[in-house]
């Protein structure tokens, strides 16, 4: 059974910072691409950020380039987003992904919060 385990939101100021873990079970990690999406109140869920498993090559939404950083240990099976500098507007449930070119095997977390308010 494939599982990935979203943990590290909550509730933080406006300029602070969050990491986001993601524990995934199941599955080799090193085959897939991983990424992080996020649904905010009454919108569409949007990609965040991902990360190749064939090139190490990362993407970034315009809206948060310069304040995530995406990373992940095939070893420990986790994949993480750091986010700082954080604006009310990145509240939202941030979702894991991973997801395989070859097999098109889509997997998902169940999402954390992260709340971003003075």
Known sequence: QVQLVESGGGLVQPGG???L???????????????????APGKEREGVSCHSSLDGTTYYADSVKGRFT??????????????SSLKPEDTAVYYCNAFAMD????YWGQGT??????
């Open 70 to 83: 995406i990373s992940r240990d095939n070893a420990k099976s986790t994949v993480y987003l750091r986010m």
């Open 113 to 118: 919060q992260v709340t971003v308010s003075p």
């Open 17 to 19: 910072s969050l990491r």
């Open 103 to 106: 097999t098109r095997s889509d």
């Open 21 to 39: 873990s993601c524990a995934v079970s199941g599955i080799t990690l090193e085959y897939y691409a991983v990424g992080w999406f996020r649904q």
